[in-house]
């Protein structure tokens, strides 16, 4: 697999320098013009209002298309669709070749490495009183669609439905069908309202169940639970096992996912943002990320200072890096660590450099136990697990390691594997050696 990725990056080069020649150069000036342009763009569309936001919209339509004239015009246009392919297919190639040499090295040393354990399983207690909450408004009405209160209560499962005009204390309801003899507490809705009965499980020392009838459920996703179809998680109540992961907790408030600071805080607490999320953003986005508006934040995280982010995220355990974005997915939720991102743009050059991934000097990435979060007012605007809330500074954020023990069915799709760097250093060595 190393020698096809390495044959298939030569490739990628050869095709354009012999059907292209010199012009190879240009074609790769052009690339790089129009990629940077576009991105550059884009950050003026965030930052900028009125004619410079309607001439960054020109741009950033306008150049993916002359690219596209520019090869067109040349008639070389076949050459980069053959030489993007090969690239792909080399990138393809390269990242089987490492994730097999990973499963090599792991059976050699007949002990897995780190990046392919899968969390625990653990040995699931009898269950013979589930209590679940569900919320029918979640994610377009799942609970009604997938009748997951019917298929529950036939597992002779407790269902309170939080359909009331009143907003429910899903802690305090929770608390109180454990107090009346339940030994599995549950949620069928968004990850906002997962923590808040998880926080409460994990305090009584019961086992949790994770259905995933929210509108994204991050969670549910890192836990490896099929999200196509929440009512395959009531599978756990007739076969399944336990994972003993992580809880955060940020001011006291419990999060499974993260917390977020600054920009995208900022805008969700707009009361006009519900009423036109595109407009509000749009509105005042210029404003937060040039600095004239929103508080001034300075984070320390272990022995890392955050000094003034657009934006932080703090998340229970660290996101993968394997993605463009970098905050795919989880491959652990059971490491005892928080994960940290943190966003301070400057320019249009500085986005553009976010095309580097994680050699961006734009993003800043570190782990820690403990975050704290200060800021230059009193009150700031937080989103957790998307809700969004105002927290008196500091904000203190911490990860209580394995408080959670969660109830999954046995079978389950599982956690995808994370994508490993591609080393071509390493590659070359596994081509040349024929082994790890």
Excluded at 148 to 161: I, M
Excluded at 210 to 225: Q, S, W
Aim: aromatic share 6%; hydrophobic share 45%; proline share 6%.
């Amino acid at each position: 697999m190393a020698r096809a990725s390495l044959a298939a990056a030569g490739g990628a080069v050869l095709v354009p320098a012999v059907f292209a020649g010199l012009r190879t150069f240009g074609l790769l000036a052009v690339g790089l013009i129009g990629m940077w342009a576009t991105v550059a763009a884009v950050w003026w569309i965030l930052t900028r209002r009125g004619v410079l936001r309607v001439l960054s919209v020109a741009l950033a339509l306008g150049a993916p298309a002359w690219v596209l004239v520019a090869y067109t015009r040349a008639h070389l246009t076949w050459v980069v669709a053959v030489s993007g392919a090969l690239w792909l297919l080399a990138a393809g190639t390269g990242r089987a070749a490492l994730v097999r040499r990973e499963d090599s090295s792991s059976a050699a040393a007949k002990a897995p490495t780190v990046p392919t354990v899968p969390m625990a399983e653990h040995p699931a207690s009898e269950v013979r009183h589930p209590f679940l909450l569900m919320n029918p408004r979640s994610g377009g009405g799942k609970v009604h669609r997938f009748a997951l209160r019917e298929k529950a209560e036939a597992l002779g499962a407790e269902v309170l439905l939080l359909e009331g005009p009143e907003e429910t204390d899903v802690a305090e309801a929770a608390r109180k069908a454990a107090a009346e003899g339940a030994d599995l507490l549950g949620v069928a809705g968004g990850d906002g309202t997962q923590a808040l009965v998880a926080d409460v499980a994990a305090s009584l020392g019961l086992p949790f169940l994770v259905i995933p009838a929210g509108t994204r459920n991050h969670f549910a996703l890192d836990l490896g639970l099929d999200r196509d179809d929440p009512s395959k998680a009531l599978d756990a109540l007739r076969d399944g096992v336990e994972l003993h992961v992580d809880l955060g907790r940020a001011a006291g408030r419990p999060f499974v996912n993260n917390v977020s600071f600054g920009a995208y805080a900022e805008v969700v607490q707009s009361p006009a943002y519900r009423d036109g999320k595109t407009r509000t953003t749009l509105e005042l986005l210029p404003d937060l990320l040039l600095g004239h508006e929103g508080a001034c934040l300075t984070a320390h995280a272990g022995s890392h200072t955050f000094s003034a982010p657009q934006a932080l995220l703090v998340s229970n355990n660290p996101y993968g890096t394997g993605d463009f974005a970098g905050l795919g997915r989880r491959a652990r939720l059971d490491g005892g660590e928080l994960g940290c991102v943190g966003v301070n743009i400057t320019g249009a050059a500085q986005a553009a450099g976010l095309l580097r991934g994680r050699r961006s000097t734009g993003t800043t990435r570190t782990t820690a136990t403990d975050v704290v979060v200060e800021a230059d007012r009193e009150w700031i605007p937080v989103g957790v697990d998307g809700e969004a809330l105002r927290l008196r500074v500091p904000v203190r954020i911490e990860v209580r390691p394995l408080a959670l023990r969660v109830l999954v069915p046995r079978q389950r799709p599982g956690v995808r594997r994370a994508r490993p760097t591609l080393d071509w250093r390493l590659l070359g060595r596994l081509a040349y050696r024929g082994a790890p």
